[in-house]
């Protein structure tokens, strides 16, 4: 089903003038004008009687949601499914459409009725707002009761480090949510994330993107604390971790050590760790390892998904260590590398050192799919000359690479995906997509033992820095 979502309007739904005008008109040949003339006629009566509603349902499900509006108003029979899909998910971005949707639940019975229908529900937005209102506060206690098929919430930004008492209590009325996804905000402490996250007995997704605390606090005293309270039996099966920033990184070791502590990953069925800094510290490179590290032990051999995108300057370290993984199917990587003006200062050796040291890690037997996403910052004083030194020198780099890709657990290996992407400046696409073209086969002597096997599809593009 796709999702759909509607954002509080005044509650009469779109104007005459405001549905869009689906007539096809003739613009200029006789030879079309009749066609033309045809197409813009609306069915007959007779012949759009006779189509299954269940096909107009299909449609409506697939519709852009600017025209949802309008298409719930063409028939009575379209409108439940138009209705439902218009209300599947739930955006209030700010503390006015925050009143307007609290009005209408009170005094409409029809936004009533389906609210009741709503998967999804979005709050806040990803732009800081002008209004500092707050709002969030008082809207469990509004709307659980209103929200019965409530699955998803996503909170952006919302979130502050001192919330009403009675905001904590009043979550615990969504009891059936299954996905929690907090974006941007700023938290007291691990503490707070606590009461929030345990608030959902029935939780199975988690996503953490750029949460960060205003109070500093150890893994030791997170252990602590979390020795001293009961947690819910939630047992996660997607977990998603996401960090731009150095402070974004440093603040996911209490979390982690918070998520390892209380036993909530014993049974993660798929892991996606994004780390993005630019600093070039050993320190906050090894705390991000470090976190990958533990999640992945903490999942063990229920772990059959992990996705990683590392883009921190690892120098030849491995940026994951898969040893606890034993059922392990899908593995995605996208890793950070950089070419200098020479041979000798092009990260090649690096590469070939990373990618060696994740995959002897990987102790599954049952691999299907591996998908690599190499990204590159394009240096133009790099020429062919070079690039075509680089290449040969990779023969000698990489063969350590090669005899553990020739291993007996990537045996049941189909499909093997490489990705490069090269980071240029705006005068240099054409010499960055030279440059892209170029390091495809040297990409492939990477993976000389599966490209031998048929299974390795390589694929460039440029992306303007």
């Not at 200029?28 to 066609?35: F, I, V």
């Not at 029935?202 to 030791?220: D, H, K, M, P, R």
């Amino acid at each position: 089903m796709s999702k759909k979502h509607h954002t509080p309007t005044d509650g009469r739904g779109a104007s005459h003038n405001e549905r869009e005008d689906h007539t096809v008109h003739s613009q200029g040949q006789t030879l079309a004008t009749d066609l033309s003339e045809d197409e813009g006629r609306p069915l007959s009566t007779a012949l759009s009687n006779r189509i299954p509603i269940e096909i107009y349902e299909n449609i409506i499900e697939h519709t852009d949601r600017d025209m949802l509006r309008s298409a719930a108003l063409v028939c009575r029979a379209w409108y439940p499914r138009a209705s439902q899909s218009l209300y599947h998910t739930v955006i209030i971005e700010s503390r006015a459409s925050y009143g307007l949707l609290t009005t209408q639940l009170r005094t409409s019975p029809r936004i009533s009725h389906w609210l009741a229908y709503t998967h999804e529900l979005v709050i806040g937005r990803y732009r800081p707002s002008d209004s500092n209102i707050p709002f969030l506060d008082a809207l469990p206690l509004v709307f659980a009761q209103a929200l019965p098929a409530l699955r998803v919430l996503e909170i952006r930004r919302s979130l502050r480090p001192a919330m009403h008492p009675s905001f904590y209590v009043a979550l615990r009325q969504f009891q059936h949510l299954t996905s929690l996804h907090l974006c941007l905000v700023k938290l007291s402490n691990t503490a707070q994330l606590r009461r929030i996250v345990c608030a959902f007995p029935s939780l199975e997704e988690l996503t953490l993107e750029n949460v960060t605390f205003v109070q500093a606090q150890s893994s030791g005293a997170t252990v602590r604390n979390v020795a001293l309270v009961t947690h819910p039996e939630i047992r996660l099966r997607r977990l998603k971790l996401r960090g731009y920033h150095d402070g974004h990184i440093q603040s996911f070791d209490p979390i982690v050590t918070w998520l390892v502590s209380s036993k909530f990953c014993g049974s993660l069925l798929a892991l996606v760790m994004v780390f993005d800094a630019s600093s070039p510290l050993d320190a906050i490179r090894e705390l991000a390892t470090k976190q990958v590290d533990r999640l992945l032990e903490a999942g063990g051999p229920s772990l059959v998904s992990f996705h990683g995108e590392i883009y921190l300057w690892l120098h030849d370290h491995s940026p994951c260590d898969f040893a606890h993984n034993t059922a392990l199917r899908h593995l995605a990587l996208k890793l950070n590398f950089h070419f200098g003006s020479s041979v000798e200062d092009s990260d090649w050796p690096d590469a070939a050192n990373e990618l060696r040291a994740a995959f002897s890690t990987i102790r599954s037997h049952q691999l299907e799919d591996i998908a690599v996403h190499l990204r590159f910052e394009f240096s133009s004083r790099l020429g062919e000359e070079e690039l075509s030194r680089s290449y040969e020198k990779l023969g000698s780099d990489s063969r350590g690479l090669h005899d553990v890709l020739a291993r007996p657990y990537f045996v049941a290996l189909t499909e093997v995906g490489v990705k490069v992407e090269v980071f240029h400046m705006p005068d240099d696409y054409k010499s960055a997509d030279d440059f892209a073209r170029a390091i495809v086969p040297i990409c492939r002597r990477l993976f000389t033992p599966w490209d031998n096997r048929g299974i390795v599809n390589v694929s460039y593009y440029t992306t303007q820095a």
